[in-house]
C-alpha cells in the first residue's frame, strides 16, 4: 500500500474517533430542541461528565464506574437546566450558558482541590479506559491493499463508545419518526398548546427529552477522558459542544444530516491535525494558530450559508404557559 492511501485510512480512523463526542452531543441536543428547549449547556455537560468519569476511573479504576458517573454528573446538570427552563419558566439560552460557566469553574477547581495536578486528573492505564476493539480476521485481511488496513482501523479497532454513537444515529432515528414517544416529541416543539389540549403532559415530555440529552452528553463527556483520552484536563472539550450545536443547526434538526454535519467538522479537524508543519505549494508554511481554526472557521462559513435556510422548531426556546 502506498503512502497516499495509508494516509487516507489514518485520516478516515481519526474523523471516526473525533466525530463521535459531536455525535453523541448533537443527538443530545436534538432531544431537547425538538420538544423545544434550546440547549446551549451541551458543552458544560460534556465538560462535567468528562471530569467525572476520569475522577472516578482514576480512584475505582474502573472505566464502567467512570462512565456511571459521567452520566450521573451529566444529569444533574440536564435536571439543574430543566428545573430553570420548564419548571421556573426561565430563559433557556442564559440558563445553558449558566451552565457552561459553571462547569468550567467547577471541575477545575474540583480537579485541582482533588488531586493537586493543576486542574488536571492523574493519567489513567489500560485498565481505566475503553480501549479499542479487535475485530474478528482483523490481522488476516490486513496485508489486503486499502480494503484490509480500512477494516482493522476504520471499521475496527475503535473503542465501545464509538460504535455505541454508530448506533445511536438509526435509534434516534427511529425513536423520533417511528414511536408514538418521538411523534410527541416532535410535537411539543412545534405546538404545545396541542399536545396539552390533547391531555399530555407537556413539562413532563420536556423533562424526560432533558434527561436523555443528560445521559448522551455524559456518554460524550466520558468518551473525550477515558476513551479518546487518558484523564481529564481543564477545559477539554474545547467548544465541541459549539461545534454539536453547529452540526444539528446545519442538519435542520435530523438524525443524518446532522451526522453528515459532524464527519465534515470532524474531518477538517483531522486535516488540520495533519497539515502543521507540513509547507504548502506557493504558500509555503503556514502558522500552526491558523490551521487549528480551521474547524471553526468552517463552522462559521457554513452557518452563514446555511442558517436562514434551518428552520427550528416552531416553539423552541419558548416557554409554555398553560391557558387557565
Known amino acids: 500500500m502506498d503512502d497516499t492511501a495509508l494516509w487516507i485510512v489514518s485520516l478516515l480512523a481519526s474523523t471516526v474517533r473525533l466525530a463521535t463526542p459531536l455525535v453523541l452531543a448533537s443527538l443530545a441536543g436534538f432531544y431537547s430542541e425538538r420538544a423545544g428547549v434550546v440547549d446551549i449547556g451541551l458543552e458544560g455537560k460534556m465538560l462535567t461528565g468528562a471530569f467525572a468519569a476520569a475522577a472516578t476511573a482514576a480512584v475505582t479504576g474502573s472505566p464502567w464506574a467512570g462512565l456511571a458517573a459521567a452520566i450521573a454528573a451529566s444529569l444533574v446538570l440536564a435536571l439543574v437546566h430543566g428545573f430553570a427552563c420548564i419548571t421556573h419558566r426561565g430563559d433557556q439560552v442564559v440558563a445553558g450558558v449558566a451552565i457552561n460557566t459553571i462547569a468550567a469553574g467547577l471541575t477545575a477547581v474540583l480537579a485541582n482541590a482533588w488531586f493537586d495536578l493543576g486542574g488536571r486528573t492523574p493519567s489513567l492505564d489500560s485498565g481505566q479506559r475503553f480501549l479499542g476493539l479487535h475485530f474478528p480476521l482483523a490481522e488476516a485481511v490486513r496485508g489486503v491493499p486499502l480494503l484490509g488496513r480500512f477494516y482493522g482501523e476504520v471499521i475496527g479497532g475503535q473503542n465501545l463508545l464509538v460504535y455505541l454513537a454508530v448506533l445511536a444515529v438509526p435509534a434516534t432515528s427511529w425513536v423520533a419518526y417511528r414511536t408514538r414517544f418521538g411523534l410527541r416529541l416532535r410535537a411539543v416543539g412545534e405546538n404545545p398548546a396541542a399536545v396539552d389540549t390533547a391531555g399530555i403532559s407537556v413539562p413532563w415530555l420536556r423533562y424526560r427529552a432533558v434527561l436523555i440529552t443528560g445521559l448522551l452528553c455524559g456518554v460524550a463527556g466520558a468518551y473525550l477522558s477515558i476513551a479518546q483520552g487518558a484523564g481529564f484536563q481543564e477545559n477539554m472539550t474545547a467548544g465541541k459542544g459549539y461545534l454539536a450545536l453547529a452540526a444539528l443547526i446545519l442538519g435542520k434538526w435530523r438524525p443524518y444530516p446532522t451526522l453528515a454535519g459532524c464527519l465534515l467538522f470532524a474531518a477538517t479537524d483531522a486535516l488540520q ?38 428552520i427550528p422548531p416552531k416553539a423552541a426556546g419558548q416557554a409554555y404557559v398553560k391557558d387557565r
Do not use: C, D, M, N
Open 273 to 310: 491535525a495533519r497539515l502543521q508543519g507540513v509547507a504548502l505549494p506557493v504558500v509555503g508554511a503556514v502558522p500552526v494558530q491558523i490551521i487549528e481554526v480551521l474547524p471553526y472557521i468552517l463552522t462559521v462559513l457554513l452557518l452563514a450559508g446555511f442558517v436562514g435556510k434551518s
